[in-house]
């Protein structure tokens, strides 16, 4: 049996990936080669420190990476011994112990776990960098976790190490990653203060950001024309009512492919989004439907058979409208007007099984364009034909 | 030290692979994976830097031994153990 799939390299899409380019973060990217290009020039003359904030999937991992990557390169090809370290405080559970060993144990493998602590260690890391002529960069991302576990004391310590080593070269910078602002008001004053000079925050993405982030990606993790626009476009609106979450974006367009691959496809339709969505959402509460009046069911049920049928990511109200009629037909009720279908549309909307949103696109004014993100049609329509059959049968 | 100190004690030859494999480790890993004690294990090291065959270096209270790459003895024995090696994995195929 051959195996074909619409992946050229689906590890373009994995959680680890840095991209060699991020959409619409190349200020940020020019601003930390900024803070850090005295390591080009005099690494050992001093030492960085610089926090980067915003939501969760803007890019702050991915960010900070890329600079790492970047820097080193450059730095090693003028013959500068320069580490990027990036560590999640949480693997480490936020003990400023364990990441120092963690550190350590990238120059010496086998360092023992026990027997010292984390202040002697922070000396030997010093040690060990001073015997190396190694400057590092560590990044230490969900740095919220190493604030709650050890306090000020830490950040002190790691950020005021150079002073307890006057007229010795510079070692240590450090790149904080952190969502919010707020947990650094836990610190005393002291510690604070070392840490608040240069901050990056990251915005959450737009949709059209999402979207230039998306293709990206489908450009290196799948097979040419085989993920159509409307296809990265549903994916985009999911991500961005997600909070403009990226990753989750990027996670979803993973998980479609693989749906349509399992079913054999010879691409990514807007269905496979709506599955691999519902499989990462909470499934459908089928009691919202239950609860809808008989015209909005009818009406949900002809949009979902639009999506069924088409390959489309969006419907147009009078699209959905045509349909409604149809199926009004079929289960012989006199059609309700449009504007009673615009306030369908609202509820629906206002329940989160349907999104609405208005495009501008047309010269003849504006029309309204209805996606149904979350729940993949075809699930839709079979609850949906089983709650109208049986209310047909009450009404006989 | 005579070549039959080395080859006559099997926890000397232990230490020696064990280094070879691990590259560097501190007194009370050794004596951990050798399943003795910590004096007898460094007793083992003071003989073998003493001979220049391996070195260590001082983190705090902690000490790291390695082989010292440099010296023939060592070389020598590596190149004993890997050919030993090889030719009991041939004779198992």
């Given amino acids: 049996m051959s195996y074909r799939s619409i992946f050229k390299d689906e590890t373009k899409l994995d959680i680890n990936y840095v991209p060699y380019r991020l959409p619409h973060r190349d200020r940020e990217l020019r601003l930390l080669m900024e803070f850090f290009s005295f390591l080009l020039r005099a690494p050992e003359k001093m030492t960085q420190r610089v926090m980067i904030t915003g939501d969760v999937g803007t890019g702050k991992t991915a960010l900070s990476q890329r600079f790492g990557a970047n820097i080193t390169s450059e730095a090693n090809k003028r013959g500068t011994n320069l580490r990027y370290i990036h560590i999640n405080c949480r693997e480490y559970r936020g003990s400023l112990f364990l990441i120092l060993h963690h550190i350590v144990s990238i120059f010496h493998p086998n360092f023992p776990r026990r027997g010292y602590s984390a202040e002697e260690l922070l000396g030997i890391l010093l040690q060990v960098l001073d015997e190396q002529r190694a400057h590092i960069i560590l990044t230490l991302d969900e740095f919220e976790s190493l604030v709650n576990r050890e306090g000020s004391e830490a950040v002190y310590k790691l950020t005021r190490l150079q002073e307890i080593r006057l007229n010795k070269p510079q070692r240590i910078s450090l790149i904080c990653i952190l969502r919010s602002l707020k947990v650094i008001e836990q610190l005393d004053a002291s510690a604070r203060s070392t840490l608040q000079s240069n901050i990056i925050h990251l915005d959450t993405y737009y949709r059209q950001q999402l979207m230039d982030i998306l293709n990206n990606r489908v450009s290196l993790a799948f097979k040419p024309l085989t993920v159509p626009e409307d296809t990265v476009s549903l994916t985009a609106e999911l991500a961005f009512s997600e909070g403009g979450n990226a990753r989750f974006g990027i996670e979803l367009l993973w998980r479609a492919g693989k749906y349509a691959d399992a079913e054999d496809l010879d691409t990514v339709t807007p269905e496979c989004v709506r599955k691999a969505a519902s499989s990462i959402y909470a499934v459908m509460r089928k009691s919202d439907v239950a609860l809808l009046r008989l015209h909005e069911k009818l009406f949900l049920l002809a949009i979902a058979r639009f999506f069924k049928e088409s390959e489309k990511a969006y419907a147009s109200l009078t699209e959905a409208e045509q349909d409604y009629a149809v199926v009004c037909e079929e289960f012989d009720v006199q059609p309700h007007s449009h504007t009673q279908l615009w306030k369908y549309l609202h509820t629906l909307s206002a329940i989160g099984i349907l999104k609405t949103e208005v495009s501008a696109t047309g010269s003849r004014g504006r029309s309204t364009l209805i996606s149904l993100p979350r729940i993949p049609a075809y699930e839709l329509e079979k609850e949906l034909s089983i709650l109208l059959r049986k209310e047909k049968l009450g009404r006989l | ?93």
């Fill in chain 2, 1 to 93: 030290m005579n070549i039959e100190d080395v080859f006559s004690s099997r926890l000397r030859m232990k230490i020696l692979k064990i280094l070879m494999q691990v590259g560097e480790l501190n007194v009370s890993e050794i004596a951990r994976r050798l399943g003795v004690n910590y004096k007898t294990t460094n007793k083992h090291l003071e003989v073998f830097e003493d001979e220049g065959m391996v070195k260590h270096k001082v983190f705090g209270r902690i000490r790291l031994y390695r082989l010292n790459e440099s010296s023939p003895k060592v070389k020598a024995v590596e190149n004993l153990i890997e050919v030993w090696e090889h030719a009991n994995k041939q004779i198992d195929n």
